[in-house]
């Protein structure tokens, strides 16, 4: 995977950087949204396939980016495809701050040190170049105004936007609930990026699993799961 292109999980995460405050918006769902952004980004690189409502790896050889590698070592050595719910809610300690760590690498956000309470020190971070996060914003904004089918990877984007709750951020009021209705409608246009969606919102809702089908033909009682929460040791963006 060539790092000319930028990572769905970058671009979730810039798409969820408020330019005025340089802190993140949905922080606690947004962690589960970049979990679920990296099984989406990983699969479009053809290394894992949806199987049903589990994630299968088909191709173990890596991408090149060390932190969907680490992902994708974590699944292979599953040996069986997994539940993309249970990948989801699993222990995502640190993620939201390794993907601003490495922006900050990359020159598109700069920490800015700061205190809480004037006590708790916290680092916020500030867009560098807004143009870039225009763009990704752009996409959505042509996907949801001219109703055109967007290609697979503004799709997920839109639909993991969705998942973790950033309609209200990036369209708020009374005047945006039309375009979130839009955005939560494009979830249907990637198979990927929708299972993974309706994941996160799963565990968001602490539902492990949709009532299925047993043997018999009877349904099965959904098993729950705890939503993860935030763990960072302090607060980092997260407010």
Not at 27 to 37: H, R, T
Not at 80 to 91: E, K, L, T, Y
Not at 128 to 157: C, K, N, W, Y
Not at 193 to 202: E, K, P, S, T
């Amino acid at each position: 995977m060539g790092r000319s292109r930028r990572t769905l999980p970058e671009e979730l995460l810039l798409l969820a950087l408020d330019p005025a405050t340089g802190t993140t918006a949905q922080p606690q769902s947004l962690d589960l949204g970049l979990a679920g952004a990296q099984l989406v980004e990983l699969a479009l690189a053809g290394r894992i396939a949806p199987d049903g409502d589990r994630i299968a790896v088909v191709m173990p050889r890596p991408t090149g980016d060390p932190t969907l590698d680490s992902a994708l070592e974590l699944l292979r050595r599953r040996g069986s495809p997994v539940r993309a719910v249970h990948w989801i809610g699993g222990p995502r300690l640190g993620l939201r701050q390794t993907y601003l760590s490495h922006l900050e690498r990359c020159g598109m956000v700069h920490a800015v040190a700061g205190q809480m309470c004037g006590v708790l020190p916290t680092t916020r971070y500030q867009a560098t170049d807004t143009a870039i996060s225009r763009e990704i914003r752009a996409r959505l904004d042509s996907a949801i105004r001219t109703g055109v089918p967007p290609d697979p990877r503004t799709a997920a984007l839109a639909a993991l936007a969705h998942a973790v709750g950033l309609g209200k951020h990036l369209y708020p009021g009374n005047e945006g609930r039309s375009s979130r209705s839009r955005l939560r409608d494009l979830i249907r246009h990637d198979p990927m990026g929708g299972l993974v969606a309706h994941a996160v919102m799963d565990v968001q809702n602490g539902v492990g699993a949709q009532p299925r089908r047993g043997a018999a033909g009877g349904r099965q009682a959904a098993v729950p799961v705890q939503p993860t929460r935030g763990r960072m040791a302090r607060a980092v963006a997260s407010h």
